[in-house]
């Protein structure tokens, strides 16, 4: 009997460690991501640049080519009017981040980020467009 209830509550000690790691690492995620929207709206590429993975600012090579690459491709992420965090799911080892984000224009649009920690933090190692927008009411 003793055993049993030493085996529940170790169980239950387990989730929440695990429950409260993992509330931490999306927390640190979405501040990463939210850096980089709020560099964005200040039109502080350098800072955005800062937020990309090394793999990511080893492409582009600096915040000048990331800055066209962002305002060309990824406008709606540039000049933004809300973003909502949606669910941060693994997959395979990789961490992905569902982000809404509505432009200025009010057009919503649904992004995946993958995440990925470096000893700096958790960095944006890739964005991707899930679905077209659509007009809000």
């Known amino acids: 009997m003793r055993s ?19 509330t931490a690492q999306q927390a640190d995620i979405e501040s990463t991501i939210t850096g980089q929207f709020e560099a964005f709206k200040a039109d502080d590429f350098e800072g955005a ?9 080893m492409m582009f090579q600096s915040p000048e080519n990331f800055k066209r690459m962002v305002t060309t491709g990824y406008p ?12 941060l799911r693994e997959t395979a080892g990789t961490f992905w981040q569902k982000v809404q984000v509505t432009d200025l224009k009010g057009l919503t649009y649904l992004l995946d980020y993958q995440m990925v920690e470096t000893p ?17 009411a």
Request: aromatic share 10%.
């Open 4 to 22: 049993t209830v030493l085996s529940a509550l170790f169980g239950m000690v387990v989730v929440l460690i695990t429950t409260l790691g993992a």
């Open 49 to 57: 640049f800062q937020f990309a993975s090394p793999n990511l600012q």
């Open 76 to 87: 709606m992420v540039w000049k933004h009017a809300q973003v909502r965090f949606l669910d």
């Open 120 to 136: 700096d933090g958790w960095r944006i190692a890739a964005v991707q467009l899930l679905d077209a927008p659509s007009v809000s």
